[in-house]
């Protein structure tokens, strides 16, 4: 039986390109290898439209007030910079659409700081979740209901999906592949896309590890020949 | 003194999205820690508008008739899936516009199977380049003059960057970076995005990584509580 997953990005002005298209990339080639899965995959905006990325590429959006919540299976925010998620939070459209997930079956969570919009209107609550190493800190002050997780690539807390930094997004869409579909195309997902099938390690984990890269400098050697 | 670094993405209809966007992320990224930095980043296409990816989601471009490659400091032909890449590379408008390329100072090169597009019109004859692996036997078949390097994540001949896989893009693009601004940058990207500042290994030995994840299923911890 034909299964249809759809996916929908809640993007804004400034948003990070790489929280949305990383997953968006993990759904896509679930759906372009595997007969039995479809993914349906849009990202929605408070006006719809052209949406500015901060790497100054724009995406088409729709409207969220044309979109109903009960037709998706997964709503993801998306991350930003200070300034433009700062925006997005105050957003009343944005804020006013997602409060009616908890009462639709769709998972919902977020990638990178896309966790303090959600947070932002209690959708946190109580939950453990992580975002961005960056923010942990912020968002635990903030929200001290939320019970923040700052080591883990991403968390799931009953139905809510949050990840970590950026990448860290494509770390969390295989795990829904593999909780919806199983191992095995998880992993041939991961093998297409060059990425680990699962990251070994956690968030601060590999920062540390980044902290050695950066202290031994050339230990690593480079692979450009 | 202020450097901009002014990158162009060729795209077109099918495109995967997450190779513009990893290294776009890379770039923007650079310019918002880097006071001395700024990058301009665009997407170009054959007819410019809205152009369509492989995961659904449409992005805005200028057309190439209206963008002169002398003002590019870089440009980049992304990937595809075969049929919508098979349309890329007998597209003439595409083809003449990228044939201008030798002919400016203009560095350039592909992600993932974009190399088949810069391959189709002879600008990588006698050059050391890479692909996706999926599609490395293919590349050398077609075109026997093009030297390909099957085993890394990126290559560098002289000015032309050709990527393996998808999100070997990053890898590439922070090559990119650490060439162009040095080291220090290119960690601090990494660490942001979440990234492996130097991915170790090569494609194939990552591939062998991935089989050996894919074998002992469930040997690596997952990381969700």
């Given amino acids: 039986m034909l299964k249809t997953r759809r996916i929908l990005f809640l993007v804004y002005d400034g948003f990070q390109l790489l929280d949305m298209s990383g997953p968006a990339s993990v759904f896509a080639t679930a759906g372009s290898i595997a007969n039995e899965v479809t993914y349906k995959i849009e990202a929605v ?66 990638v ?63 795990a829904m592949v593999k909780r919806d579909f199983g191992t095995t195309l998880a992993n041939q997902i991961a093998k297409l896309l060059v990425v680990y099938a699962h990251r070994p390690g956690n968030q601060s984990q590999f920062s540390a590890l980044l902290d050695a890269q950066t202290t031994a400098n050339g230990a690593f050697s480079d692979v450009v020949a």
């Fill in 45 to 110: 905006s408070a006006k719809g439209g052209e949406v500015r990325s901060s790497a100054g590429l724009s995406v088409m959006t729709k409207a969220v007030g044309k979109v109903r919540l009960s037709e998706a299976d997964t709503v993801l925010v998306v991350g930003a910079p200070e300034r433009p998620l700062s925006r997005a939070m105050a957003d009343k459209r944005v804020s006013t659409w997602l409060t009616g997930l908890p009462d639709t079956s769709a998972h919902f969570g977020s």
């Fill in 112 to 174: 990178c700081t896309g966790a303090f919009v959600l947070a932002a209107i209690g959708l946190l609550d109580g939950r453990r979740a992580t975002t961005h190493w960056a923010g942990c800190k912020q968002l635990a002050a903030l929200y001290p209901t939320v019970r923040v997780q700052p080591d883990a690539l991403y968390v799931v807390d009953d139905d809510i999906w949050t990840s970590a930094g950026v990448t860290t997004g494509i770390d969390m869409a295989l």
